[in-house]
């Protein structure tokens, strides 16, 4: 007669079992995607502060008082700077759309004379046409700028960012104050015979994110001060702009730099007659990546994440194509722990007898 154990329901199947929940977990965020955002934003900003609140704990202070206390301070200076800063943010962005309509009317006309030429010999297009499609993209480009300005001050604020305001710093506070509880409750759902091996993924895990979102975020923050403060300093149009775009972009390695420089540079092109000007804009972002490379991101971040750029690129834009920008957002975290798992299954198959072709001592 066989055991009990040799009876288990097929949906007890180790491996059959993790496959249908995860299966299920990302059937959950693409069916819900649309209405996660304030949670997944909520999660991360919780995620962020709870060391903080855990060393008020440590005064002594209760720790829904300490939840509280962080949760406000961290709102009330994000809203402050967000109302500083998107009044000229939004004249910056309406102002870059219709220079960039400019320049390509510029561009055009420098290169008419040799598209003439071209032309000339092929003879199959008229550059009267082209013109005419510079200025309808002309007018497409303004009109998509002032369109995104009003987004800012109309629509967004009022529909789309209603749940970030309201929900997102009630979802944070309770997120803060149950954390402890959330922890000791997933504990003890572990399967037992295996809680010691989960722990100690979920332990990696955690080091790795902690190491790599805390981290980058204060060097997000950094960059995006010191190339909004240069740029500005050196009287680079739209440089607040530009310098916000790249601090925050740096958050995908190369990614920022190489959209903040490109943008930059062309700006600084246009605008100034001496090269020397240029070279001050120049000078700012070859500053930034310096003082980045060599101080800022050792010493904030390391290499505790444990993921390659190219693979950190990859599922950024993937978790976008699947889960649009919630996918974006939760990208970097289970890149990270699909890193560690499968480290974890490389180990067990280089100790198994598929891979030693023998029994594993």
């Not at 502060?49 to 509280?68: Q, T």
């Not at 200076?77 to 870059?96: E, N, Y």
């Not at 010999?121 to 309808?136: E, I, N, R, Y």
């Given at each position: 007669?066989?055991?009990?154990?040799?009876?288990?329901?097929?949906?007890?199947?180790?491996?059959?079992?993790?496959?249908?929940?995860?299966?299920?977990?990302?059937?959950?965020?693409?069916?819900?995607?649309?209405?996660?955002?304030?949670?997944?934003?909520?999660?991360?900003?919780?995620?962020?502060?709870?060391?903080?609140?855990?060393?008020?704990?440590?005064?002594?202070?209760?720790?829904?008082?300490?939840?509280?206390?962080?949760?406000?301070?961290?709102?009330?200076?994000?809203?402050?700077?967000?109302?500083?800063?998107?009044?000229?943010?939004?004249?910056?962005?309406?102002?870059?759309?219709?220079?960039?309509?400019?320049?390509?009317?510029?561009?055009?006309?420098?290169?008419?004379?040799?598209?003439?030429?071209?032309?000339?010999?092929?003879?199959?297009?008229?550059?009267?046409?082209?013109?005419?499609?510079?200025?309808?993209?002309?007018?497409?480009?303004?009109?998509?700028?002032r369109a995104l300005g009003g987004v800012l001050s109309g629509g967004l604020a009022i529909v789309n960012m209603f749940a970030l305001i309201f929900i997102t710093p009630v979802v944070v506070f309770y997120l803060v104050r149950d954390w402890t509880l959330v922890h000791s409750k997933i504990d003890s759902w572990l399967p037992r015979r295996h809680a010691d091996t989960i722990r100690s993924l979920l332990s990696e895990i955690d080091a790795r994110l902690a190491g790599f979102l805390r981290g980058q975020a204060l060097v997000c923050l950094f960059l995006a001060a010191f190339y909004a403060a240069g740029l500005t300093l050196v009287d680079l149009s739209y440089g607040l702009l530009v310098g916000l775009l790249t601090g925050i972009l740096s958050f995908i390695p190369y990614v920022g730099v190489f959209v903040g420089m490109a943008t930059g540079m062309s700006i600084a092109v246009f605008q100034f007659s001496s090269w020397i000007d240029v070279g001050l804009v120049l000078a700012v972002f070859l500053t930034g990546q310096f003082l980045e490379g060599n101080f800022i991101t050792p010493k904030l971040v390391g290499d505790r994440v444990g993921l390659h750029p190219v693979w950190m690129m990859l599922s950024i834009f993937a978790g976008g194509a699947l889960f649009g920008f919630v996918g974006v957002l939760i990208a970097i975290p289970v890149a990270a722990a699909l890193g560690v798992l499968l480290r974890f299954a490389m180990k067990r198959y280089m100790e198994s007898a598929l891979y030693l072709g023998s029994d594993p001592p």
């Open positions: 007669m066989s055991s009990p154990e040799t009876k288990r329901p097929f949906l007890w199947n180790q491996p059959v079992a993790w496959v249908a929940i995860v299966a299920a977990f990302g059937f959950v965020i693409y069916a819900l995607s649309g209405v996660l955002l304030p949670f997944v934003v909520a999660a991360a900003i919780a995620y962020l502060i709870d060391p903080v609140v855990d060393r008020i704990v440590r005064v002594g202070i209760p720790r829904v008082g300490a939840a509280a206390i962080v949760t406000i301070a961290f709102f009330a200076f994000t809203t402050t700077a967000a109302v500083l800063l998107a009044p000229v943010l939004q004249h910056q962005l309406v102002g870059l759309g219709d220079r960039l309509a400019v320049v390509s009317r510029q561009l055009f006309e420098l290169a008419r004379p040799y598209l003439d030429d071209l032309f000339a010999h092929v003879g199959a297009v008229d550059v009267q046409q082209l013109s005419g499609a510079g200025d309808a993209l002309r007018t497409a480009l303004g009109w998509i700028a």
